[in-house]
């Protein structure tokens, strides 16, 4: 089961649903879920620790 992952941008914890393109500025934007349902957020994939760095490469899901 996936742990989730912290968005040290904002100190909020979620799911990863993906990492895209943002095409407006031209950039990769990460888009947690609150793990308890809710509005999903944008953040730099960067920001993002599950515990160690997320990148494009090693984002998996939990489809549990």
């Known amino acids: 089961m996936n742990a989730g992952v912290e968005d040290t941008a904002t100190g909020r914890r979620g799911t990863l649903g993906a990492i895209a393109p943002d095409t407006d500025h031209r950039r990769l934007t990460a888009s947690p879920m609150p793990r308890n349902g809710g509005v999903e957020w944008t953040?730099?994939?960067?920001?993002?620790?599950s515990p160690a760095p997320i990148t494009p490469g090693t984002a998996v899901l939990d489809r549990n």
């Open 43 to 49: 953040t730099a994939p960067g920001a993002l620790t």
